[in-house]
C-alpha cells in the first residue's frame, strides 16, 4: 500500500512569540496520528531565500501578516495545504478538515463577520477592522485551484495588503469554501462556548502575554506548555 503523504501545515511565525509557535505545533502532533509536515513561515527565511522582498513594514501587527501568502508556493505540491497563525491550539485531529473539500473550491476559512472587541491587542498592538477580517488566519489552499496557483511571490510581494487579506485574488466569491467557527474560534470575540472548539485561536493576545493571561482557555494552553516542556526535557536527557 502506497504510503498517505503527509499533510502540511504552515504556521505564521513571529519572533516575539516563538513560544505560541512551539504550543501549537505540539498540539498539532499531540492530536492526530496521520503524517504532518509542520513548518514555520519565518520572515527572514524567506527574506534569504529572496521570495520575500517587501520593504519591512514597521506598523504590521505580525511577522507574517504577509508571508502566509507564500503558503501554496512554499508547499511545493498539488492538493490541499494549511496555514494557521502561530497563536492557535488544536484540541483536535487537523485531518478532519480536510473531511468532504469540493475540489472546485480555492480555499476554505470561517467566514467571521464581527467588530473587535479590543482596540489594541498583543504586544501593545493596534487593532484594525476590516472586511473579511481574520479569515486569512486559517486557510485551508486547493493548490491545484488556477487562482491558488496564480499566487506567486510576485504577487505576494507586488499586491496591496487589502488585496491579498481580502482574497481579491480569488475571481469568483463562490470558490470561497466556509468551515464551520470552531476551526478558528476568536477568543474574546465570541461568547465562551460550552463545548471546546476544536482550534482555538488566541487573536487578541494569549497566555504567553502577562497581560492576556486570564483569557478563555487559557488553562488549556497553559496545559499544553506544560507537555510541550516535559518532552523537551526527556529529550535533552535522552
Avoid at 462556548?193 to 494569549?206: A, L, Y
Wanted: net charge negative; aromatic share 14%; glycine share 4%.
Amino acid at each position: 500500500m502506497t504510503p498517505r503523504p503527509p499533510i502540511k501545515v504552515f504556521v505564521g511565525y513571529d519572533s516575539r512569540e516563538d513560544i505560541a509557535w512551539q504550543v501549537c505545533r505540539h498540539s498539532l502532533f499531540r492530536h492526530t496520528n496521520q503524517p504532518l509536515q509542520v513548518a514555520p513561515i519565518r520572515q527572514s527565511a524567506v527574506r534569504e531565500l529572496g521570495l520575500y522582498t517587501r520593504p519591512v513594514d514597521a506598523i504590521a501587527s505580525t511577522e507574517f501578516s504577509l508571508t502566509r501568502f507564500l503558503t501554496p508556493y512554499l508547499a511545493a505540491q498539488g492538493g490541499w495545504v494549511i496555514f494557521c497563525d502561530c497563536d492557535f491550539l488544536f484540541t483536535t485531529d487537523i485531518a478532519a478538515v480536510l473531511d468532504g473539500l469540493d475540489p472546485a473550491k480555492a480555499i476554505y476559512v470561517v467566514q467571521h463577520d464581527y467588530a473587535p472587541a479590543f482596540d489594541i491587542k498583543m504586544d501593545g498592538q493596534r487593532q484594525t477592522s476590516y472586511p473579511r477580517k481574520n479569515w486569512s488566519s486559517f486557510m485551508v489552499l486547493n493548490c491545484d485551484h488556477p487562482d491558488v496557483k496564480a499566487l506567486t511571490p510576485s504577487v505576494v510581494n507586488n499586491a496591496t495588503p487589502a488585496f491579498l487579506h481580502r482574497f481579491e485574488w480569488i475571481a469568483d466569491d463562490n470558490a470561497i469554501g466556509a468551515l464551520d467557527l470552531d476551526w478558528n474560534f476568536l477568543e474574546g470575540e465570541y461568547p465562551k462556548p460550552d463545548v471546546t472548539p476544536r482550534v482555538i485561536h488566541f487573536t487578541n493576545g494569549g497566555p504567553w502575554f502577562d497581560e492576556w493571561s486570564n483569557v478563555d482557555f487559557a488553562d488549556l494552553w497553559l496545559a499544553e506548555r506544560a507537555l510541550y516542556e516535559a518532552a523537551q526535557e526527556s529529550a535533552v536527557a535522552a
